[in-house]
């Protein structure tokens, strides 16, 4: 069964880039037909989807956050990593990672999620 786990600063001032690192055990973030994605919930609000890097390597982004917007992955480490540039306090959430195992297929397995705050 895969697991993801994030993991990241929970601190990041304005204008910076925020960074987080989702480390996959279980499976292979190469294995063909998965997608992992990020997304976040910011306080009060629903679940906000960011993207996916594909199995691949190819990645798709929400257009809403597309500018700001880099996923990549370490395949040595099965890890894949988000990269959210000039961030403001309307990023500051709880981010996830999760799986699926097919294309805009429902997340089977998510991290328990890590609080980032923008502020300085």
């Known amino acids: 069964q895969v697991q993801l786990q994030e993991s990241g600063p929970g601190l990041v001032k304005p204008s910076q880039t925020l960074s987080l690192t989702c480390t996959v055990s279980g499976g292979s973030i190469t294995t063909n037909y998965y997608y992992w994605s990020w997304i976040r919930q910011p306080p009060g609000k629903g679940l906000e989807w960011i993207g996916y890097i594909a199995y691949s390597g190819s990645t798709y982004y929400s257009p809403s956050l597309k500018s700001r917007t880099s996923i990549s992955r370490d395949t040595s480490k099965n890890q894949f990593t988000l990269q959210l540039s000039s961030v403001t306090p309307e990023d500051t959430a709880v981010y996830y990672c999760?799986?699926?195992?097919?294309?805009?297929?429902?997340?089977?397995?998510w991290g328990q999620g890590t609080q980032v705050s923008v502020s300085y």
């Open positions: 999760a799986a699926s195992g097919r294309l805009w297929g429902a997340l089977d397995a």
